[in-house]
């Protein structure tokens, strides 16, 4: 697998930096043989001579006699600037094996910016060098309270892809709350499937959780609500729903409650983000429902709690089914959409097909009004000024992101609401 090493010229005695910059250089290339077939990276302190005329970066270049190509400097105004440049720099070649050459001390200030801006769809590997010339460091606790502020700062600065956020609201829900779906545009996430607002850190995937919080912040601010009052749903395509103020499942696919300013949100990337609310007992309740979720009767489910913990009415409950992959490009083997066919024959295109057409969307609605919900009191969401285009997500690569269409690296928007 391609692999690349970056080697750490920082926190160094300043006084000493050219001298430290050699040797490190010189005890780096004896270590490999003088010699490396894969990609090298340096972080220099931005407040060294690296660049100038007294230490010029063709001339530190220079110094690796024997690799395969020039090493590539990332001299920033800051750690987070050159992690966040060289993340870039190897995400553009699809690189995720990373050997850090630096100081035991160094070390732990990049375990730090690790779990910062990467995921365990990264590997790496440190080799401790130079420890005798290394500076003292912060406490370990420090270490990361200063790192997670210089990288916050960072991404605040940086400037949004794809246009601006761009939130999707539905008429039928009352003023009382707060709601909207998100769109994947105006965010920072800038790996193409992923780009741009995706609101959702998957360890296998390679958007890292301080770009998404970034992202939140960002859409927090258009929509109105703070990032610290967001709850998201932990899925498992299954039908559990938390209550809010109750001890949390391990995962559940339904979250409910009365808490006004509590923000509460469900992901979607072909699976369905429903909003419901209860302007009666000023009750709340979003689901995540994939096709499992759809079958297993989450939506249901999430009614039935804002029902039993609230005393709402499912003839007050008003639902809307958020962006979803649509029967145009979903489909199911033929076992599974047969499932599907016994809830309505209209839920299945093709049915006698290897693989049938399945509409989940339409299935949520029935199951819906089967459970009470007044037919007028669902709505799903279509495209502004187009009412007669459903939201598929797989159709509209410019507005979502979509598991159907991008594969295993995709990003998620989400459905969120909350009572004023």
């Known amino acids: 697998m391609a692999a690349v090493t970056l080697m750490d010229l920082t926190h160094t005695r300043s006084s000493q930096y050219d001298i430290c910059v050699k040797k490190r250089i010189g005890e780096f290339c004896a270590l490999t043989g003088n010699g490396s077939q894969e990609p090298v990276f340096i972080i220099a302190d931005p407040e060294s001579s690296v660049g100038t005329d ?20 990332l001299c920033k105004s800051s750690l987070s600037a050159a992690l966040y440049a060289f993340k870039q720099a190897i995400d553009k070649e699809d690189i995720s094996n990373v050997k850090i050459v630096t100081s035991s001390r160094g070390r732990g200030l990049f375990q730090v910016y690790q779990e910062l801006l990467f995921t365990s769809a990264y590997n790496f590997e440190y080799s401790i060098m130079f420890d005798n010339l290394s500076c003292d460091c912060c406490p370990p606790g420090q270490c990361t309270a200063d790192a997670e502020r210089e990288l ?28 909207g779906f998100s769109t994947r545009t105006g965010g920072i996430s800038y790996i193409s499937t992923l780009s741009s607002l995706n609101l959702f850190c998957n360890p296998r995937r390679k958007d890292s959780r301080a770009v998404v919080a970034e992202n939140l912040r960002r859409l927090g601010l258009q929509a109105g609500f703070h990032p610290h009052l967001f709850n998201l749903i932990k899925c498992n395509h299954a039908s559990d729903v938390w209550v809010m103020g109750k001890p949390a499942p391990d995962s559940y696919d339904g979250m409910v409650t009365n808490q006004v300013g509590v923000v509460i949100a469900a992901p979607g990337a072909d699976c369905m983000p ?43 409950v008003v639902c809307v089914i958020g962006p979803s992959v649509g029967p ?66 797989s159709c509209h690569p410019e507005l979502f992101f979509s598991h159907v269409r991008d594969g295993l690296n995709f990003g998620t928007q989400i459905g969120f609401v909350w009572i004023k």
């Open 54 to 73: 007294r230490f010029a970066r063709s001339s530190l270049q220079e110094m690796f006699i024997g690799f395969s190509d020039s090493p590539q400097v």
């Open 152 to 179: 916050s700062t960072f991404l605040q600065h940086l400037p949004a892809l794809k246009g601006d956020i761009a939130i999707l609201r539905s008429s039928f829900i009352s003023d009382c709350f707060g709601h």
């Open 274 to 316: 429903l909003l419901f609310t209860d302007p009666v007992a000023k009750a709340i309740g979003v689901a995540h429902a994939g096709w499992k979720g759809t079958l297993m009767e989450i939506a249901m489910a999430t009614v039935n709690a804002m029902v039993s913990e609230f005393g709402s009415r499912p003839a007050d």
């Open 328 to 393: 145009c490009c979903f489909t199911l083997e033929q076992d599974s959409a047969r499932e599907f066919h016994a809830i309505h024959p209209d839920c299945v295109r093709h049915i006698d097909s290897s693989r049938p057409y399945v509409d989940i969307r339409h299935a949520t609605r029935i199951l819906l009004e089967r459970g009470g919900i007044k037919p007028e009191h669902i709505e799903d969401l279509r495209i502004p000024h187009k009412s007669d285009s459903t939201l598929c997500t």
